[in-house]
């Protein structure tokens, strides 16, 4: 399993001096992809536009979409903007699209929130026809275009997956939820009859360092999860707040099968980064 | 804080007491609509982790409450005439009464105010609280006075059962099955004390109607029983209070808390009573509800937290019970099986316990298990015994190590692997029509690994039946040559078998290798497509010719054509392919079949022209070689082929000298919608198998020894393919 490490571009009050000191301080290692996620009625990033300016500061990370709103997106113009971020970073895109989780960004974007579904699947099938057909530019560094993900818990959702995608996005949770999930991906992918295994990614949120840095950590993933209701609590509690939590997390989704963890700031600090990567460091976790 | 508890049953009475143990500021009032020694039903169970809890909440009654019990930990399965036991369930009753008792006298203790014959009809009445603990069970006053804010919603279920007591000593938790000329009944039946047990009866509604149970009065129905039962009843009396036959109403509630109103136990959420759990989740409320107010000072938190603590924990309980009265719903189509599946079959029916498990916890049991699969299990669904019938054994290896037999083969072993030519062909120009020599090599490879069956497909019948460009073929008599080779080397060089599978892939065909996706029509060289009717398969895929007559026989001709050369080549088992939406799959589904003509309609129609095939190549092919089927056995899409179509298409396979399916699912449009998951497949297959009478072969990602025996023990296929991760 490798890891990467989140942007804090998710986290409201970042300044663009710590995007692009984060992302070149990631490049050193011990992460091998930067992650960013998506949301559009929000005080956050968007994602890659986000990556596109940190593709200009970093020559060796992978950068992953975990995941982008796919339905937010015309077709044509996603296949522009990925292939384009795919050759500013000479490869390194990986693009995870899922449906979202919210109403109010497609309420926001004028988008049909009850086709989210049929949206994504339509557009999972032209992506890779645009990246390959080469119509649209840039050139791609491979010709069948980045490597493409797909995030989603729903039985249709893994259909999509193993139907035409590289790979699966978990989106968040204990060990055992994610070996669910990696299972199914798993089992959507044999009974397709792909060759070969998915990838599958998935992410967790970290806080490290005294009492008020997890507090600020907690506040912000209630807040940011505000819009499930009570669920932001559980969800909040999940949070991992010590270099034990965060070793033994990393064991969890290792044996089950993960192949990129990507850990996520709840604190927009570069202190964390640096947090991090020791506690990487101390579990024997170097640059790969 | 003044706190009211409507219900003075297991969940009010604890909740009560923790909340005046953990706060004895608190002002306690329970009001009991009964009087306090009238108590309906007869025992109640708890496993060993809901008694830890209960040490930990409350010590004093916890000891008392053990004091009274009675504990066991052997299941009995009585079905035909005899008893299958397993050991090892810690389970622990108690009599209603006792712990109701025990409760009470706490609660006094405490200085709990304790009302009783006290009905609460309008609520305003309890206004002057800070709040309502409605513990007033299934029909709860507070949840139907505020359902709009509760959103509750019951769901009656589809059996009948009645809830006696018998003044009879039991041993075990008694499972019974008893078939009469009005039906099957079945009886949970439980010791509670020293001196009486529990016994729910229960039977579908055509079998209660049969009896005439719905015309008689309370003493009918006991004497009824008391009839029914005389041979497990050894002289004991069956017992009534007020005792009634219903339908087990499953009660979920959106909510669980409205302002300063609580619900708990049975007011909030009910599980049907084969997996016990009642008392038990009521308890455990309790437990979360004092927990809560303890720990958090403002009343809402407080409420939401027992409701995010709880809610998770009982709707997992609530799906295991649903499927655990799902099982007992329709538990006639197991009837086929003998005592022993049919036992280990009601003994993992949860799907949380495995063979694993009853073998660790009872070694006698699993070596009994063993022991049956290496005597009986090569004996057909249908009942007849092989040539060759085994020798009693001491002991065993698992299931998954008894051989299979089917006509004159016989396998190893009960573990296959599939492997997919396709898969492992990089496009090449050189081989337009490879089959072979890497492909070759992974063959063998795979039948190397101790299995009793390779199975490698699809093989397409045609030029026209292949899915990519790549695909291997059995239409070419150096493609049949190159496939003696590999049949020889596999049988050289290993003990397994080898089956291929035979496909055209209709209008699934002439698409990119799947590591690009799938379904993506090639960019050029594409060739026409035939299918039962011209749909589409995506929306960019090529519009296939509805098949005409013609078309039939040719394709027809290609499956027999192929077949012989498979004998040629020394295949052992050919499999036919129905199913993933491939061409003869186009038939079978409703969503892709609709032609006018005697090959479209109804199912039977639909079957027509898949039937035709598959009895050319039974013709064709020895009559000493099995023929198997993959046969997709749901559509997964609303308006599609269902389980129940798969088993009368099952059925008619086997009387035309089919010998075992291969049960797939989906794929048959691109909006079919598999539950995927370890073992998805798994119940389809338990279907076919038990209600069509035909040994089944599943996959459906399934890795480990354990899901495997499980599977094989149960009686819910005869051969699995595994999914080794390595592999």
Known sequence: MQVGIGLPSGNPGTSNQLIFDWARRADVGPFTSLGVIDRLVYDSYEPLSTLAAVAAVTQRVKLATTIVIGPLHNNALLAKMSATLDALSEGRLVLGLAVGARKQDYEVAGIDYRTRGRRLTEQLSALRSLWEDGAIGPKTVSPRGPDL?????????????????????????????????????????????????????????????????????????????AFTGPFAERIAAGLLTSPQSIAQFMRGYEEAGCDELVLFPSVPDIAQLERLADVLAGVGRRTR | ???????????????????????????????????????????????????????????????????????????????????????????????????????????????????????INDLAQLEAFDLLIAADGVNSIVRKTYAEQFGPTIEPGKAKYIWL????????????????????????????????STFLVECDEASWLRAGLDKVDEAGSLAYCQKLLEDNLDGARLLSNNSKWINFPTLKTKTWHYRNRVLLGDAVHTAHFSIGSGTKLAMEDAIALSGALEQYSDLDSALNAYELERKPVVEVFQRAAAESQAYFETIKRYLGLDPMPFAFQLLTRSGRITYDDLRFRDVRFGEAVDRWHAEKADVLPAGELSPDTRQSVIFAPPPM????????????????????????????????????????????????????????????????????????????????????????????????????????AGRRGSTRPRAEGLDRPLREHNWPLLSASALPYTPLSQVPKEMNRADMEQVCNDFVRSASWAHRANVDILQLNMAHGYLLASFLSPLTNQRCDAYGGDLQSRLRFPLEVFDAVRAAWPENKPLSVALNTADCVNGGFTIDDAVIVARTLRAHGCDIIAVQVGQTTIESEPAYGRGFLTPFSERIRNEAGIPTIVGGYLTTSNEINTILAAGRADLCIVDSPDI
């Open chain 1, 149 to 225: 993900l797909i995030g989603g818990l729903s039985d249709q959702g893994y259909a999509r997956m193993a139907r035409y995608a590289d790979g699966y996005v978990h989106g968040g949770g204990p060990p055992r939820a994610f070996a669910r999930g990696a299972d199914k991906a798993r089992a959507a992918w044999r009974d397709a009859g792909r060759p070969g295994k998915p990838q599958i990614w998935a992410q967790g949120y970290f806080a490290l360092g005294d009492e008020a840095t997890l507090e600020a950590g907690y506040q912000y993933m209630r807040n940011y999860y």
């Open chain 2, 1 to 119: 804080m003044k706190i009211a508890i409507l219900g003075g049953g297991p969940a009010g009475l604890y909740s009560g007491l923790l909340i005046k143990k953990a706060n004895p500021a608190h002002d306690i009032t329970i009001l009991e609509r009964n009087a306090a020694d009238v108590t309906y039903g007869w025992g109640v169970v708890f496993s060993d982790r809901t008694l830890a809890s209960f040490q930990r909440a409350d010590y004093k009654s916890y000891e008392q409450i053990t004091n009274q019990f009675v504990i066991w930990d052997t299941i009995d399965v009585y079905y035909r005439g005899e008893t299958i036991s397993c050991r090892g369930h810690v389970i622990a009753g108690i009599s209603r009464k006792s712990l109701l008792h025990i409760l009470q006298k706490r609660c006094q203790e405490l200085g709990i105010s304790l009302r009783f014959s006290c009905e």
């Open chain 2, 165 to 196: 007591g018998a003044n009879k000593v039991l041993d075990a938790f008694t499972f019974i099955f008893r078939e009469n000329e009005h039906g099957l009944f079945q009886v949970h039946a439980y010791p509670f004390s020293g001196t009486s």
């Open chain 2, 401 to 504: 190590f008894a051989p299979l037999t089917l006509r004159s083969l016989t396998l190893l072993n009960r573990i296959a692997l599939s492997y997919r030519v396709e898969a492992f062909s990089p496009p090449s120009e050189e081989h337009p029509d490879r089959v072979l020599k890497d492909e070759a090599s992974e063959i063998y490879k795979r039948a190397r690994s101790d299995v009793g069956l390779i199975l490698v497909g699809p093989i397409a019948v045609s030029e026209q039946g292949r899915m990519t460009p790549h695909d291997a073929g059995m239409y070419k008599e150096h493609q049949a040559d190159a496939w003696k080779g590999i049949v020889r080397s596999v049988h050289n060089g290993s003990p397994a078998m080898i089956a291929v599978e035979l496909n055209h």
